[in-house]
T-cell receptor, first 114, second 118 residues
Framework: AQSVSQHNHHVILSEAASLELGCNYS??????LFWYVQYPGQHLQLLLK??????LVKGIKGFEAEFIKSKFSFNLRKPSVQWSDTAEYFC????????????FGKGTRLHILP | SAVISQKPSRDICQRGTSLTIQCQVD?????MFWYRQQPGQSLTLIAT?????????ESGFVIDKFPISRPNLTFSTLTVSNMSPEDSSIYLC???????????????FGPGTRLTVL
């Protein structure tokens, strides 16, 4: 069964700092990869996703993620964060199989100082 | 995308009682998923609900505690039975992209039901 590890549980940055959140998954087959975001008081929404093709995926709000198959990683990046990026970020994996579901990492709580 | 609504949005319940949470989707979908998000934790999948068959439960979750109904392709209910304070959590339903015709891709999430058990 697949699993997801997020290395950082809580990250505090100042505005304009660069961000990288680590995510590793364990599954030997083909996967779909996601980053979801949950802003304070709001429900989960998709930030970006990778299915195939270019391993560098661009999402909303200036976020991007790079799929490195050899490292089983899908790290999230943003060159310059804003206060409004304060949220919880979840990495998730779906084994590309009709019967499989999305498994979430434990999440990273990001706090941006104004 | 899919628009998902849940009822109730929140509730405070007494120990030993049961609560049924409803999930309504604006599109027909084969699968619906129920998750739990405990305070400060990630989402944990409870079960997958297919229309016309019994739900498939994840390890640690049982039908007697979390019975699920799936009467049609746009609706599902999750009941939290014989509640205890440890059941205090946010319960979310989600569905895969209704346009998907193959491997499951993006999931859309409902707003969640915040349950507090006293």
């Amino acid at each position: 069964a697949q699993s997801v590890s997020q290395h950082n549980h809580h990250v505090i940055l100042s505005e304009a700092a660069s961000l990288e959140l680590g995510c590793n998954y364990s599954y030997g087959g083909t996967v779909n990869l996601f980053w979801y975001v949950q802003y304070p008081g709001q429900h989960l929404q998709l930030l970006l996703k990778y299915f195939s093709g270019d391993p560098l995926v661009k999402g909303i709000k200036g976020f991007e993620a790079e799929f490195i198959k050899s490292k089983f990683s899908f790290n999230l990046r943003k060159p310059s964060v804003q206060w409004s990026d304060t949220a919880e970020y979840f990495c998730a994996v779906n084994a590309r199989n009709r019967d499989d579901k999305i498994i979430f990492g434990k999440g990273t709580r990001l706090h941006i100082l104004p | 995308s899919a628009v998902i609504s849940q009822k109730p949005s929140r509730d405070i319940c007494q120990r030993g009682t049961s609560l049924t949470i409803q999930c309504q989707v604006d599109s027909q979908v084969t699968m619906m998923f129920w998750y739990r998000q405990q305070p400060g934790q990630s989402l944990t999948l409870i079960a997958t609900a297919n229309q016309g068959s019994e739900a498939t439960y994840e390890s640690g979750f049982v039908i007697d505690k979390f019975p699920i109904s799936r009467p049609n392709l746009t609706f599902s209910t999750l009941t939290v039975s014989n509640m205890s304070p440890e059941d205090s959590s946010i319960y979310l339903c989600s569905v895969p992209d209704p346009r998907d015709r193959g491997a499951y891709n993006e999931q859309f999430f409902g707003p969640g039901t915040r349950l507090t058990v006293l």
